[in-house]
C-alpha cells in the first residue's frame, strides 16, 4: 500500500484531470491489495445469545451521563455495549461476538458465565444470599479453609472484604498497628486503589486527588523496559533502603508491591528486586504486603501467585478481581500472630465474606484447579508472547512486550530510541481490532500500553485471532 500512497507527492502543475485519473486509479489498487489481504476471523463457538430487547447503546449513554457520576468514562469512540458474555467471549446488543482480550480488567478468570459458577451463585442465593458473620454459615469458613491451603508458610488467616482497594486498605492499616510505625514505601508508577490510604500507596499522579495523603514514600520503580537500572533488581531495591535512611526514623509499618503492575502497564519487577527490597524492610521493622489483586490466581502461569517468581514470602497478601471471577469479593492472608491486631478494637465488614460471594469463590478455586487454568495460562501466554514478540520484529512502534502467562503487555511507541509514547497510535489499534472483534485494555503512564488480560480459559486459536487483528491493523497504519 505504501507505495501506492508515493505516487501521491504530485507535481503542483499536474492537471486536474490527471489528478482524477490517479485517484480513481489508486482507489482501485487499494482496493484490489486489500481483497489479496486476508481478514482475520473470529474462531468458531458453539453459542450463540439468545435476544437482546433491552435499551440501546445511545439510550444507556444518555441515561449514563444524565444519572451517573460524570467521572465514568468508556472505551471506545462508539462505545460497546455488552449484553451477554460466555466463557473467553463477550456479544454486543447485535448479537455480534467479540473476543474478551481484557477480561474485565484481569477479573474473569474461569471465563464468563461459567456452569460451575453460575451453579453455586444460584444454589447460594435459592439458600440463603446475605446473613451476617455474626451467624455461622459453612460458605465462609469452607472458602477461607481452601485459599489458606493456597498459600506458601504461615499465611493462614483470612479476612474477607469486597474490592481490592478494601483489601489493600486493610492491609496497610493492619501493618501500621502491628509495627507501631506509620511510614509506608510504595513504588512509583503503583496502583492500589481509590481510598484515603490506597491513594496515598499509589503512585500515579492521574490517580490521586488533592486529599490529605500522608505516610507514604515512592521507591524507583524497577522498570526493566524504562527504568534507569534496566533489569538489575537489587540496584532498585537500594532506593528502599536509601528511603528508611534518609527518609524515616529507621522503622518503618512495611512495603507493598504488585509483582506485575497492572494499571502501571504490565510492568514486570525486575529479577532479584524483592528478595533485596524485603530484606531491606525486615531489617526495618516493616511488613512486607504482596498486591496480588491482578496477579494472583494462576494469571501468570509459572505461579499462583505473583510474588512466587521473586522466591519471596510476604507477611500479608492482598487479593480481588479472579477471586470472584466478576463477583464484589477481595481478600486479606496474614498470619496468626499478625492477624490478632485486629482484636485491639472491633473490626467488622457487613457484606465481607456473605454466602453468596464466598460459595462464588470456592467454585472459582475449584474450576481452576479441576480445569487446570494456571497450566493453561502458561501454554498459551507463552505462546501468545511469543507471537506478540513476533509482531514486535515486524513493526517498529512496538517497542516493548512483556508480562506473563495470561496478563501481558505491548507497549507502542513513535520512536524505540526515544521511547516516546504512541498515545494517538494506541487509541488508533484499539478501536481499529474492535472492528474487527477483538477487545484488549489499554494503561501504563502514557496510556500506551495494550493490556491483555484475558478469561484464562483463552486457546491457541484465540491468541492467533488477537495477535493476527493487530498484525493486520498495523499493517494499514
Known amino acids: 500500500m505504501q507505495r501506492y500512497i508515493t505516487k501521491r507527492v504530485l507535481s503542483s502543475t499536474n492537471s486536474l484531470r490527471s489528478r482524477r485519473c490517479f485517484s480513481e486509479l489508486a482507489r482501485k489498487q487499494t482496493s484490489l491489495q486489500e481483497n489479496e489481504i486476508h481478514i482475520p476471523q ?30 465514568l468514562f468508556h ?15 463477550l456479544f ?11 477480561g474485565g480488567i484481569a477479573t474473569v478468570c474461569c471465563g464468563h458465565c461459567h456452569p460451575d459458577v453460575v451453579d453455586a451463585i444460584v444454589k ?3 439458600r440463603i444470599q446475605h446473613s451476617t458473620v455474626l451467624y455461622l454459615n459453612h460458605a465462609i469458613a469452607d472458602f477461607a479453609e481452601a485459599l489458606a491451603s493456597k498459600m506458601p508458610g504461615n499465611l493462614k488467616v483470612v479476612f474477607f472484604t469486597n474490592s481490592g482497594t478494601e483489601a489493600n486498605e486493610l492491609a496497610l492499616m493492619i501493618a501500621r498497628l502491628y509495627t507501631g510505625s506509620q511510614d509506608i514505601i510504595s513504588l512509583r508508577n503503583a496502583y492500589h486503589g481509590n481510598a484515603a490510604g490506597t491513594m496515598g500507596a499509589t503512585a500515579q499522579s492521574i490517580w490521586k486527588f488533592n486529599v490529605v495523603q500522608s505516610g507514604v514514600h515512592h521507591a524507583l520503580n524497577p522498570d526493566p523496559y524504562r527504568g534507569v537500572f534496566g533489569s538489575d533488581g537489587e540496584q532498585y531495591a537500594k532506593d528502599v533502603q536509601d528511603i528508611i535512611d534518609y527518609g524515616t526514623t529507621g522503622h518503618i509499618a512495611g512495603f507493598i508491591s504488585e509483582a506485575i503492575q497492572g494499571v502501571g502497564g504490565i510492568i514486570e519487577l525486575a529479577p532479584g528486586y524483592l528478595p533485596a527490597a524485603y530484606k531491606s524492610v525486615k531489617e526495618a521493622g516493616g511488613l512486607c504486603i504482596a498486591d496480588e489483586v491482578q496477579a494472583g490466581f494462576g494469571r501468570t502461569g509459572s505461579h499462583f501467585w505473583g510474588f512466587e517468581a521473586q522466591g519471596v514470602v510476604p507477611d500479608i497478601v492482598t487479593m480481588a478481581k479472579g477471586i470472584g471471577n466478576g463477583i464484589p469479593l477481595g481478600a486479606v492472608v496474614t498470619t496468626p500472630e499478625i492477624a490478632k491486631v485486629l482484636t485491639r478494637r472491633s473490626y467488622f465488614n457487613t457484606f465481607g465474606g456473605n454466602p453468596l460471594c464466598t460459595a462464588a469463590g470456592l467454585a472459582v478455586l475449584n474450576v481452576i484447579e479441576k480445569e487446570n487454568l494456571q497450566e493453561n495460562a502458561l501454554v498459551v501466554g507463552s505462546y501468545l508472547k511469543k507471537r506478540l514478540t513476533e509482531l514486535k520484529d515486524k513493526y517498529q512502534i512496538i517497542g516493548d512486550v512483556r508480562g506473563k502467562g495470561l496478563m501481558l ?10 521511547k516516546t509514547p504512541a498515545k494517538a497510535e494506541t487509541l488508533h489499534v484499539m478501536e481499529q481490532m474492535k472492528e474487527l472483534g477483538v477487545l484488549i485494555g ?15 480459559c483463552f486457546t491457541k486459536e484465540d491468541a492467533d485471532f488477537l495477535v493476527d487483528a ?3 491493523t498495523m499493517s494499514k497504519m
Not at 75 to 89: A, E, H, I, R
Not at 442 to 456: A, C, E, Q, W
Request: hydrophobic share 30%.
Open 470 to 472: 493487530m498484525d493486520y
Open 42 to 71: 473470529l474462531p468458531p463457538f458453539d453459542y450463540s445469545p439468545p435476544p437482546y430487547t433491552g435499551p440501546s447503546a445511545e439510550e444507556i449513554l444518555a441515561k449514563r451521563q444524565q444519572y451517573l457520576s460524570p467521572s
Open 75 to 89: 472505551l471506545y469512540s462508539n462505545p460497546l455495549n455488552v449484553v451477554d458474555g460466555k466463557m473467553q467471549y
Open 442 to 456: 489499554k494503561g501504563g503512564f502514557y496510556g500506551n500500553v495494550f493490556r491483555i488480560t484475558p478469561p484464562l
Open 409 to 418: 503487555g505491548v507497549e507502542l511507541v513513535t520512536d524505540r530510541e526515544q
Open 124 to 126: 447460594q442465593i435459592n
Open 92 to 102: 454486543d446488543e447485535n448479537g455480534r461476538r467479540y473476543l474478551d482480550g481484557f
